[in-house]
């Protein structure tokens, strides 16, 4: 729960995520912590995360939720690997077979980094409208567009 107030740091000075409140990452990190991750500086300083969670009607679809890194460790690959070491621990406790997520159209980084790691698992990787940008009560908020990633195999591994 420590790390609450730190992720929602990074997702505010994301300047590309929804913020929710800070009660909310304080929450999520108690009740979600074993769906999640977070990355650490050599002084402990938590400088990336992934929220997620299981799908409770769909049990074999872990959903991320947030994906953020700090502006000083960007271009380092470190949403890639937070994502391959999160799939693979979800995937071993829970039995996930497949990732779901949604990205705004102009999310250049994150269709790059979900698309990537497509490719790496060699999973199919669908795309579907799920939330027009008419359903959200704020102006201005994009649609929402749903990547549904799986099956997924091992990274580096096709059937």
Known sequence: MEDGAAI?????????????????????????????????????????????YVRPDRPGTLVVWQVAVDHAHRGHGLAGLLLE?????????HGTTCLETTVSPD??????????F??????????????????FPDDGHQPEVLYRIGPLHPQGETL
């Open 8 to 52: 929602w740091r990074i997702a505010r000075d994301s300047e590309v995520l929804d913020l929710n409140s800070s009660y909310s990452y304080l929450l999520w990190c108690r009740d979600f912590a074993r769906t999640s991750a977070v990355a650490r500086d050599d002084d402990g300083t938590p400088i990336a995360f992934i929220t997620g």
């Open 107 to 116: 999310n250049t980084p994150s269709d790059r980094l979900f698309t990537s």
């Open 118 to 135: 497509a490719k790496r698992r060699g999973a199919a990787l669908d795309r579907e409208l799920l939330f027009d940008a008419g359903l």
């Open 85 to 93: 070491a999160l799939t693979a621990r979800v995937s071993a406790s």
